[in-house]
């Protein structure tokens, strides 16, 4: 398990929870508005940090965390992520994983093993306009088979959609809403346009207006809908 970036202490990122913060590197999707650029297209650049430290100081931290966030990149390429939740489990402590759910035989193992709390699928646009996020063809099969899942047998799970210009719009959302009708949670994120990029992304963020339009047209479809950075 090669482990790209640690942050010691999350208020914000586990709902509910105090939490550390563990970046793998590597993705299957190289989404244009990625703020993790680096990450996606050269892991390697970054150290490995030792492992046999990162659960040192997990251990360490355990008395006033809850948990560990696994984000990326896309934590679900990562060779070793089963045995390494393990080891995360084994201090007491609860796990959230963020992922774009294009690997569900990975999802169904770890909820089989029951070594995910806390479920976060990133619903990036419309299951049509999937092939824009990427340079070879995507599976949309395998992220309804991960949303089908989170539903079904979670034991919490959001699903995320950052509303970025061009890319997600009232359509889009209804198309969404679509494939998670039945959701418990619905978060709708504001763009954040930023210098660094993986490559051109607008450079305006839609306005807050927009978000209450947003929020009414995905109500029908999750049991809760919340904005997040508007």
Known sequence: MRIKGF???????????????????????????CHNPGLVLDP????????????????????????????????TLAPGLEDFLRQIKALGLQVKLDTNGLQPQVLERLFADALVDYLAIDVKTAPARYAELHDRPVD????????????????????????????VGDDELVAI??????????????????????????QQAYAAPDFNRFRQL????????????W
């Open 140 to 167: 949309i099969s395998a992220l309804q088979a991960s949303c089908r899942l989170a539903i079904e047998v979670a034991p919490e799970y959001e699903f995320r959609t950052t509303c970025v210009p061009g890319l």
């Open 177 to 202: 809403g679509e494939q998670i009708r039945g959701a418990r949670r619905w978060i709708l994120q504001q763009y954040i346009p930023r210098q660094e990029m993986l490559g051109s992304a607008p």
């Open 7 to 33: 942050q010691g202490t999350s208020l914000l990122d586990f709902p509910g929870r105090v939490a550390s913060l563990v970046f793998t590197g590597g993705c299957n999707l190289s989404c244009s508005f």
């Open 44 to 75: 390697d650049q970054y150290p490995d940090y030792p492992l046999d430290q990162l659960l040192e100081d997990l251990q360490q931290r355990s008395s006033f965390i809850d948990g560990v966030v696994v984000s990326g990149g896309e934590p």
């Open 218 to 229: 995905a109500e029908p479809f999750a049991e809760q809908v919340e904005g997040r950075g």
